[in-house]
Structures are given as structure tokens and as C-alpha cells.
């Protein structure tokens, strides 16, 4: 599930979906007890797509 506000993109993810990751440990997401939750700033989202 994702979903927009007016300054960021919030998007979860079950729990067992990111346990296995080998990149979880550089991952700037918060866990919650059922779901795994990773906002991004607009700012940030352009950004990258600039510097990409």
C-alpha cells in the first residue's frame, strides 16, 4: 500500500517482504508492529531523479 500527501510518499510493506533483504540494514524505513513504513520527502524523491 502507498499513498501521496502534499510532501511525501509513504509506502508499507509486510514485514516479510523486508526481513530478507540484503539491503535492509541501509533502509531509512521504521518498523511497526505489522508493517514496515518508508516515507520519503518530495524533495528527496526529486532529487535523486536528478542526480540519476
Known sequence: ???FSKNSH???F???QCENSPL???CPSK???RAIVLSLAIKVIVTVRFVN
Request: no cysteine.
Open 14 to 16: 509486510k514485514n516479510e
Open 24 to 26: 535492509r540494514n541501509q
Open 1 to 3: 500500500m502507498s499513498y
Open 31 to 33: 518498523k511497526e508492529k
Open 10 to 12: 509513504t509506502a508499507k
